[in-house]
């Protein structure tokens, strides 16, 4: 077998040299155009937004100085004591703490059992009627636009303070966002499985169970634990107006100027939502059959 190598004439070269350097310099001139109007859109908008970086300058010693006075003073000769100073409410504090987890846990469970209930009714490639679909997404868009702070007052003036109402406002926007991504994971499920399925005559429930479900199922899961981890930080958040967990005192403790116990506080969550993501990660790499490592 001989191997033949392909010749081009001088002339011709020339003429495909020539066509891709003006196929470059277009691209090149398309992306300075595009560079451009990002850039004037960037003016306009923090133009409009009042953004000053003059008074970001001017003002930026105070947002700094405000980390300097919520570091506790701790020494070397007296750190037990300091330590102990700092976290005069451990007690207190651990179990606000384990009332947010145990918010996130239960608000996280309720939002994505009602996402994957009828989030197979949203699909575009399986819902059995369009109108029904329609308006299950446009559910979803209410409950994952309206922010859980806001869920969270209308709660706390229905119900009263206690975390019933942090409950309710996370579990209504986990159920928003955990039903848009479910949705669009069940779109791209491959559907030759479905249409085997409901070449039988099959229910949908059963179209559902035996072909859609197995193939999104571990990914339903990772979504799901990874909501667990944003709800955290949002039960911390919604704490802040009553609605129960460590958010009422670390907003208490902002308000009076208790600035050691900010620090303690945040401290404290910053280092549970750091333990929950290295568990739940293990987990979503096992699902995912990975190795588990970062």
């Known amino acids: 077998m001989t191997s033949r190598t392909l010749s081009v004439s001088p002339a011709r070269l020339e003429v495909l040299i020539s066509d891709y350097r003006r196929k470059v310099a277009r691209r090149r001139w398309q992306s300075l155009l595009v560079l451009f109007i990002l850039a004037v859109l960037i003016a306009v908008a923090g133009r409009v937004g009042e953004v000053s970086p003059a008074n970001l300058i001017d003002n930026i010693s105070n947002f700094t100085s405000y980390f300097s006075r919520i570091l506790p003073s701790i020494r070397t000769a007296t750190f037990g ?59 979803f868009e209410f409950c994952r636009t309206v922010p859980d702070l806001v869920f969270a007052l209308m709660f706390v003036s229905a119900f009263g303070l206690g975390p019933f109402a942090g409950i309710l406002a996370i579990s209504i926007h986990t159920f928003g966002t955990l039903g848009k991504l479910f949705t669009e ?26 072909a859609a479900l197995p193939q999104v199922i571990s990914t339903f899961a990772s979504y799901t634990l990874l909501r667990f981890e944003i709800n955290v930080r949002s039960g911390s958040v919604v704490g802040m107006v009553g609605a129960g967990g460590i958010g009422q005192d670390l907003f208490v403790a902002i308000r009076k100027f208790y600035y050691t116990d900010v620090s303690a506080i945040l401290l404290m969550i910053i280092v549970c939502v750091a333990i929950i993501d290295l568990l739940t990660e293990q987990i979503r790499h096992r699902l995912s059959g990975g190795s588990g490592q970062r």
């Open 185 to 210: 994971a069940i779109e791209n499920i491959d559907m030759k499985p479905v249409e085997g399925v409901r070449s039988t005559g099959s229910r949908f429930v059963d179209m559902v169970r035996f």
């Open 81 to 139: 004591a300091d330590v102990a100073d700092w976290y005069w409410n451990i007690t207190g504090w651990l179990k606000l703490l384990l009332d947010t987890v145990l918010i996130a846990y239960l608000a996280t469970l309720i939002g994505a059992g009602g996402a994957f209930a009828i989030s197979f009714l949203a699909a575009a490639n399986l819902a059995p009627s369009g109108w029904l679909r329609w308006c299950i997404k446009r559910l």
